[in-house]
C-alpha cells in the first residue's frame, strides 16, 4: 500500500509558475513509476506527466511539454511537478499517481494509487 500526499497548489497568474509536491509513504518508493493527472469540472481525468522508476524516463502531455518538468528524489520519497509559464487552461485539480504495472501511461486505470488531488487556478 501506497500513500500518496500533494501539495503546492494555489493562486497563480498567467506566465508563472508553481512546483507541486508529492509525498509517498509505506512500501519502497523507488520501484513505482509516478506520474500526474489532472481534472477540470465535468471532464475526465487526463494524463499530465509520468516519471519511470530507476533511471526517470520521463513522459509529458503534449500541451504541456517545454512548459512542465516531471522529476522524483527516491531518498526522500517525493515526486514534483515543476510547471512553468502557466496559463489560465492549466487550471484543475492535480492528482499525483503511482504504479508498479505496465500498460499504456496515459490510462487512468494503469495506476494503483492516487493521491487526494491540489488545486491549481491559474488567472488572467
Known amino acids: 500500500q501506497v500513500q500518496l500526499v500533494e501539495s503546492g497548489g494555489g493562486l497563480v497568474q498567467a506566465g508563472g509558475s508553481l512546483r507541486l509536491s508529492c509525498a509517498a509513504s509505506?512500501?519502497?518508493?523507488?520501484?513505482?513509476?509516478m506520474g500526474w493527472f489532472r481534472q477540470t469540472p465535468g471532464k475526465e481525468r487526463a494524463f499530465v506527466a509520468r516519471?519511470?522508476?530507476?533511471?526517470?524516463?520521463?513522459y509529458y502531455t503534449d500541451s504541456v511539454k517545454d512548459r512542465f518538468t516531471i522529476s522524483r528524489d527516491d531518498a526522500k520519497n517525493t515526486v514534483y511537478l515543476q510547471m512553468s509559464r502557466l496559463k489560465p487552461e492549466d487550471t484543475a485539480v492535480y492528482y499525483c499517481?503511482?504504479?508498479?504495472?505496465?500498460?499504456?501511461?496515459?490510462?487512468?486505470?494503469?495506476?494503483?494509487?492516487w493521491g487526494r488531488g491540489t488545486q491549481v487556478t491559474v488567472s488572467q
Open positions: 516519471i519511470s522508476r530507476g533511471a526517470g524516463d520521463t
Open positions: 499517481v503511482a504504479t508498479t504495472n505496465g500498460g499504456t501511461i496515459y490510462y487512468q486505470t494503469t495506476y494503483d494509487y
Open positions: 509505506g512500501r519502497t518508493f523507488s520501484a513505482y513509476a
